[in-house]
């Protein structure tokens, strides 16, 4: 901001007053991502997919939502939302609800049964993706839309990583996952469930028998106390009690 005199019939701070002294300021203008975009821990486009929003244009919206992410309805669910944190509107009342906006695309993106353009082009090359989590289907999705072959080998029963197996039905709802999941599936994953990349000698396997491996085995780190031996076998973390 420009350093003003303040006018005479100003008095009190910009915490009590919104638009006093200030409002005679000129702003500099800085090129640089939005706070809530730089603070989103998947690059997420938020500014451009709330205008849409706003436009109540939800199928754009939920375009935008899913170019870097394939699953806004279950991130408006279990996001921390960093980037409401650091929205500016904080500044002034309340930031926006970001999360729940995501959450409301993408539910609606459920609801009407939208679905991923598959790929204009197909390529030979063909992609293994050893684990079903978030990482691995994140990486499936992006790997399709390219054209890519992509086969998603799974050591449990079904796809979703922690998602399925470390976050309670409560949290999130079962048949959300399963329809995110799904409309990944549909763009023509081959998916091994049951099929553990365990050993070096399978690993090696997947390295002849594909053009590249995405290993997408985890990377789930639970908090532990620092006064517990969890060398004990009565005590567990939280992730394995999940």
């Known amino acids: 901001m420009n350093d003003l005199v303040p006018p005479i019939w100003t008095t009190g701070t910009t915490e009590v007053f919104k638009t006093g002294t200030w409002r005679a300021a000129l702003p500099q203008h800085i090129r640089a991502p939005s706070p809530c975009h730089a603070a989103c821990p998947v690059n997420g486009d938020i500014a451009e997919w709330i205008g ?7 199928r754009g919206a939920w375009e935008i939502l899913t170019r870097h992410n394939p699953f806004p309805a279950i991130a408006g669910r279990i996001c921390h939302h960093p ?64 054209g890519y072959r992509v086969t998603v080998f799974e050591a449990r029963p079904e796809l979703g990583g922690l998602m399925r197996y470390g976050i309670p039905s409560y949290r999130l709802v079962r048949s959300v996952l399963d329809a995110e999941i799904g409309r990944i599936v549909a763009l023509g994953v081959d998916v091994r469930c049951g099929e553990p990349t365990a050993t070096h000698e399978e690993l090696e396997r997947l390295r002849r028998a594909f053009d590249a491996v995405y290993l997408a085995t985890g990377a789930q780190r639970p908090k532990r106390l620092p006064q517990l031996d969890y060398a004990q076998p009565w005590a567990i973390d939280g992730a394995e009690y999940l």
């Open 52 to 58: 849409r929003a706003r436009a109540r244009d939800f």
């Open 83 to 146: 980037c409401e944190a650091a929205c500016n509107r904080g500044g002034y009342d309340d930031p926006l609800a970001i999360c729940k906006l995501e959450r409301f695309v993408g539910d609606m993106a459920i609801e009407r049964g939208w679905a991923f353009e598959p790929s204009a082009v197909e390529r030979a090359e063909r992609i293994a993706v050893v684990g079903g989590g978030p990482s691995g289907l994140s990486a499936a999705f992006q790997l399709r839309r390219h």
